[in-house]
């Protein structure tokens, strides 16, 4: 059956991909509370309908740090992408490229920064503190010598997050009964052991080249985490991080109005409102839930982004109307890439922008740039966030 919309691409992905990455991609941590809300509370916001309107032009462009966006949706930054589908990297950068929209890469992919600039174009480029700073600063002249326009700063994950379905996985696990469930896992997916384990190439995080001997399986890659991201950062290091990047820099995983304005006076670009897709701090808010009060409370000094359960157009335009400048969309296009590749990822972005054609035609939205508050039912009936 064709795919037709994300929940689709999400079971295609689950048959395609051994049960440890697909748990890995769907997973939130300890009891899911976080990503289930993430989702939940997106599906209560309420759009208003609005008829005769004339909505036969609608605009989807958006300007962000000195690009142009055929609409407000990012790729976000996934780690190990090129282990859901052969270079899905380079795949996930391709589909974006053709949409229009930007490609974000992590400090965890398995492609680097240098591959995907030059099959496609300079992605986004996302960053975790590394202890070893001597490491951090030929990274990020690597990042600037690639062309990434943009920095992306998680900021979310001083420490790894701690998830049920990885632990029952054996992911972190280095004994030989777990590496061999996982090795029976992937002969159980013959089709993505083809494409991944046999034509993908090695299994290393290219941009970690240099950071540690021996970094070729899964467990090994958690146990490097643990022992080398820099849970001592602090809002000073902020100051180390500008030094070496003179380009648009972006804070990924605030979700408190008081470090949204310490993000406002450390002289940022942007701010991503996000709890990192469920995967950090279970019981924390939905992103959806925090945005309104964090895009008021830095006003236009900022650019605000937010990611968190966004599925669908829809959930865009609803995000828009809290007052974000556009979204990142992080399952939604690795369920697709680990489905179908580039061309499942491709798809996506086309629903993306068909639900939100259809999401403005019948809010009498005509661009993007004007959504806001009125876009959405409050009062009586409202299932949104807070009351005008
Ligand atoms: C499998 C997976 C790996 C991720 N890896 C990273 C990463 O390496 N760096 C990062 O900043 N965020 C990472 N994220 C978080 C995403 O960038 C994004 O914040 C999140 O997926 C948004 O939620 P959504 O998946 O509901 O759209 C990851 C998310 C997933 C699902």
Same mark, same amino acid.
């Given at each position: 059956?064709?795919?037709?919309?994300?929940?689709?691409?999400?079971?295609?992905?689950?048959?395609?991909?051994?049960?440890?990455?697909?748990?890995?991609?769907?997973?939130?941590?300890?009891?899911? +509370?976080?990503? %289930?809300?993430?989702?939940?509370?997106?599906?209560? !916001?309420?759009?208003?309908?609005?008829?005769?309107?004339?909505?036969?032009?609608?605009?989807?462009?958006?300007? =962000?740090? &000195?690009?142009?966006?055929?609409?407000?949706?990012?790729?976000?930054?996934?780690?190990?992408? /090129? =282990?859901?589908?052969?270079?899905?990297?380079?795949?996930?950068?391709?589909?974006?490229?053709?949409? &229009?929209?930007?490609?974000?890469?992590?400090?965890?992919?398995?492609?680097?920064?240098?591959?995907? %600039?030059?099959?496609?174009?300079?992605?986004?480029?996302?960053?975790?503190?590394?202890?070893?700073?001597?490491?951090?600063?030929?990274?990020?002249?690597? !990042? +600037?010598?690639?062309?990434?326009?943009?920095?992306?700063?998680?900021?979310?994950?001083?420490?790894?997050?701690?998830?049920?379905?990885?632990?029952?996985?054996?992911?972190?696990?280095?004994?030989?009964?777990?590496?061999?469930?996982?090795?029976?896992?992937?002969?159980?997916?013959?089709? #993505?052991? #083809?494409?991944?384990?046999?034509?993908?190439?090695?299994?290393?995080?290219?941009?970690?080249?240099?950071?540690?001997?021996?970094?070729?399986?899964?467990?090994?890659?958690?146990?490097? @985490?643990?022992?080398?991201?820099?849970?001592?950062?602090?809002?000073?290091?902020?100051?180390?991080?500008?030094?070496? #990047?003179?380009?648009?820099?972006?804070?990924?995983? !605030?979700?408190?109005?008081?470090?949204?304005?310490?993000?406002?006076?450390?002289?940022?670009?942007? @701010?991503?409102?996000?709890?990192?897709?469920?995967?950090?701090?279970?019981?924390?808010?939905?992103? @959806?839930?925090?945005?309104?009060?964090? %895009?008021?409370?830095?006003?236009?000094?900022?650019?605000?982004?937010?990611?968190? &359960?966004?599925?669908?157009?829809?959930?865009?335009?609803?995000? *828009?109307? *809290?007052?974000?400048?556009?979204?990142?969309?992080?399952? %939604?296009?690795?369920?697709?890439? &680990?489905?179908?590749?580039?061309?499942?990822?491709?798809?996506?972005?086309? *629903?993306?922008?068909?639900?939100?054609?259809?999401?403005?035609?019948?809010?009498?939205?005509?661009?993007? +740039?004007?959504?806001?508050?009125? =876009?959405?039912?409050?009062?009586?009936?409202?299932? /949104?966030?807070?009351?005008?």
């Amino acid at each position: 059956m064709r795919p037709v919309s994300v929940a689709d691409y999400r079971l295609a992905a689950r048959r395609r991909l051994p049960r440890v990455l697909f748990d890995y991609i769907d997973g939130g941590a300890y009891g899911e +509370r976080t990503l %289930a809300a993430n989702t939940e509370d997106l599906a209560r !916001v309420t759009l208003r309908q609005r008829v005769l309107r004339d909505v036969s032009r609608l605009d989807f462009g958006v300007e =962000l740090f &000195g690009q142009t966006l055929s609409m407000p949706v990012i790729l976000a930054p996934v780690g190990l992408s /090129g =282990l859901y589908a052969r270079r899905g990297e380079i795949q996930g950068a391709r589909a974006a490229a053709r949409a &229009g929209v930007p490609f974000s890469l992590s400090t965890m992919g398995v492609a680097t920064a240098a591959e995907v %600039a030059k099959a496609v174009a300079p992605p986004w480029y996302q960053l975790y503190m590394i202890k070893d700073r001597g490491f951090m600063s030929e990274l990020m002249a690597r !990042v +600037r010598e690639a062309g990434c326009p943009v920095l992306y700063f998680t900021v979310d994950l001083p420490v790894p997050g701690s998830r049920y379905r990885d632990a029952r996985h054996g992911m972190t696990d280095p004994r030989l009964a777990a590496r061999l469930r996982q090795a029976m896992d992937g002969l159980a997916h013959p089709a #993505w052991l #083809w494409d991944v384990r046999v034509r993908g190439g090695a299994w290393t995080l290219g941009n970690l080249a240099g950071a540690g001997e021996g970094l070729t399986s899964l467990n090994q890659f958690w146990s490097w @985490i643990g022992r080398q991201f820099d849970a001592s950062i602090t809002w000073k290091d902020i100051d180390w991080v500008r030094e070496r #990047w003179p380009g648009p820099l972006v804070l990924k995983g !605030v979700l408190d109005v008081e470090d949204a304005r310490a993000a406002r006076a450390c002289g940022v670009d942007g @701010i991503v409102v996000s709890n990192h897709g469920g995967r950090q701090l279970d019981g924390a808010p939905s992103s @959806i839930s925090v945005l309104e009060e964090i %895009a008021q409370a830095v006003g236009s000094d900022l650019s605000v982004l937010m990611d968190g &359960g966004v599925r669908s157009g829809l959930d865009v335009l609803k995000a *828009l109307s *809290l007052g974000a400048r556009a979204c990142l969309i992080g399952r %939604a296009w690795v369920y697709a890439l &680990g489905a179908r590749g580039e061309e499942g990822v491709t798809r996506v972005l086309d *629903l993306f922008r068909q639900e939100l054609r259809m999401a403005m035609s019948l809010t009498g939205c005509t661009s993007v +740039r004007e959504a806001g508050p009125n =876009l959405l039912m409050r009062g009586k009936f409202e299932s /949104g966030f807070g009351t005008d």
